[in-house]
Nanobody, 115 residues
Framework: QVQLVESGGGLVQPGGSLRLSCVVS???????MGWYRQAPGKQREWVAA???????NYADSVKGRCSISRDNAMKTVYLQMNSLKSEDTAVYYC??????????WGQGTQVTVSS
């Protein structure tokens, strides 16, 4: 059974930083790893992804403020978020894609940016 467990969310002031982590278990091989987010009353929005070769991609809304990385040995993906804004408030979900194209999702971690 594939499991993804996110951590690192919380309450942070505008301009602050957070580092999200997502540990994956129960899967032999992973292609892409990434993050989505969903703010209250809004559709889920893709945030960032990183290929198995380590090539990152970012949504325009977070480009320059976020950095995605992965540890293949630990089957972990990270999202470093800096210069956080109130509009970054959302539940952040990690996901992975296996070699046959199946997607797996975590349960989400809440990020709240507020003074």
């Amino acid at each position: 059974q594939v499991q993804l467990v996110e951590s690192g969310g919380g309450l942070v002031q505008p301009g602050g930083s957070l580092r999200l982590s997502c540990v994956v278990s129960g899967i032999f091989s992973i292609n892409d790893m990434g993050w989505y987010r969903q703010a209250p009353g809004k559709q889920r929005e893709w945030v960032a992804a990183i290929t198995s070769a380590g090539r990152p991609n970012y949504a325009d809304s977070v480009k320059g403020r976020c950095s995605i990385s992965r540890d293949n040995a630990m089957k972990t993906v990270y999202l470093q978020m800096n210069s956080l804004k109130s509009e970054d408030t959302a539940v952040y979900y990690c996901y992975v894609v296996d070699p046959v194209g199946d997607n797996y999702w975590g349960q989400g971690t809440q990020v709240t940016v507020s003074s």
